[in-house]
């Protein structure tokens, strides 16, 4: 059994989006995303299926240049190799949920840059 908290030890980041890893599992990875408002991950790709869920605050999630806006509980699923990108439109909490074999450095370097 695995425990873990979207909101304990939260930390927003002023320059770029804050990613935790909050465990794994033995088939997926689960990651927390903290935005301030306006903060944005540019268009990227995952090589395998994700799922986004909005836990607190507002994202504008673009799928292929269509902006989705999804608030507090939405979740979003997305196949492999789909281009998308994420702007905090007020502060958020996101979790991803990745594909175990699927790089946690791969995330950070998406919000770093």
Do not use: C
Request: charged content about 25%; glycine content about 6%; proline content about 4%.
């Amino acid at each position: 059994m695995k425990i873990a908290s979207l909101t304990k030890d939260l930390i927003y980041k002023d320059n770029k989006p804050s990613i935790q890893v909050l465990l794994e599992t033995e088939t997926s990875k689960e990651i927390r995303i903290a935005f301030k408002k306006g903060q944005h991950m540019k268009e990227h790709k995952t090589p395998f299926p994700i799922v986004v869920e909005v836990f607190e605050g507002e994202i504008n999630f673009g799928v292929k240049g269509i902006q989705h806006l999804l608030s507090k509980g939405n979740l979003i699923a997305l196949k492999g190799n789909i281009p998308h990108d994420l702007t905090a439109t007020e502060d958020s909490i996101v979790r991803l949920s990745l594909n175990l074999k699927d790089s946690i450095t791969r995330v950070q370097e998406v919000a770093n840059s």
